[in-house]
């Protein structure tokens, strides 16, 4: 209750009312695994998706509540109200979507209409709203419908939290093409031939970084043209060194040899050495 004008008091009332019909759009009680399989140029693949189903919780609590702005004041020495209606949430709105008064109505319109500001009519109304809310929840928390879908939600973040590791480890989001969203590894041949594709690809370019480190450090001739501080190749030099510049610039990027970018650094200081 909060004091306007002189003699003027202003409260939320919230009426329980009951709705004809019941939400028939409780959570799912099941996930499932479901494949969408392809075919590329002859070569068969697939991958693994999930999907809610199975029957849906019934909501039999047909509960809604009326919120409304009451003010009592003084007309002539006689006590007189007026009211204001705000909105309605049902029982099921304020557990799926936490309550917000603002999701029922429009605040600036209805203060505008009362004549208080924003802030006033939301602190009224929280006064009434807030443990009726923290009520609701507490009581759904109770039930099975909860429960089941807050271990939905456990399987699905730990399905994307994984998902996101094997992206970062091997550099491919085909998690779903072996895995499905419990974990289960569906494709174990066609994992271990793509895991031993990545293996080679690592080993190759680790072999290649290496083979150029020694012939880098080698002393060789070629070897002199790296230290130069001023260019003096010829036209025909010149084009050699790009061609090398390309090749090593496609095996030194992070994105490839998974480094802080130390090796495109050395490598692009040594075609400004070049003049290339």
């Known amino acids: 209750m909060i004091a306007t004008r002189a003699g003027e008091y202003m409260y939320c009332v919230i009426q329980e009312i009951e709705l004809r019909k019941e939400n028939t759009d409780g959570a799912y009680k099941e996930i499932e695994v479901y494949k969408t399989t392809w075919i590329i140029n002859g070569v068969e693949g697939g991958s693994y998706s999930y999907r809610y189903t199975g029957d849906k919780f019934e909501r039999p609590i047909k509960k809604a509540y009326k919120i409304s702005i009451h003010e009592s004041y003084r007309e002539n020495g006689k006590v007189k109200k007026r009211q204001w209606v705000i909105g309605t949430m049902d029982y099921y709105y304020i557990v799926t979507f936490g309550g917000y008064i603002g999701d029922c109505c429009n605040l600036e319109e209805r203060a505008d209409t009362i004549g208080i500001t924003v802030d006033e009519l939301y602190n009224i109304v929280a006064v009434k709203l807030d443990p009726l809310i923290e009520q609701i929840q507490k009581e759904y928390q109770e039930t099975e419908e909860y429960k089941i879908h807050q271990e939905h939600r456990k399987v699905i973040n730990k399905y994307l939290k994984t ?106 200081d040594l075609k400004e050495k070049w003049e290339i």
């Open 163 to 268: 998902k996101e590791e094997f992206k970062n480890k091997y550099g491919s989001d085909s998690y779903d093409y072996y895995y499905d969203v419990f974990g289960a590894l569906r494709e174990k041949e066609k994992f271990e031939i793509f895991k031993k594709q990545y293996e080679a690809t690592q080993e190759q370019q680790r072999s290649y970084y290496k083979n150029y480190k020694n012939n880098y450090n080698s002393n060789y001739s070629f070897g002199s043209y790296f230290n130069l501080k001023e260019s003096n190749y010829t036209d025909k030099q010149k084009e050699y060194l790009k061609k090398i510049y390309r090749a090593a610039a496609i095996k030194l990027h992070p994105d490839v040899i998974k480094d802080d970018g130390e090796g495109m650094k050395f490598l692009n």
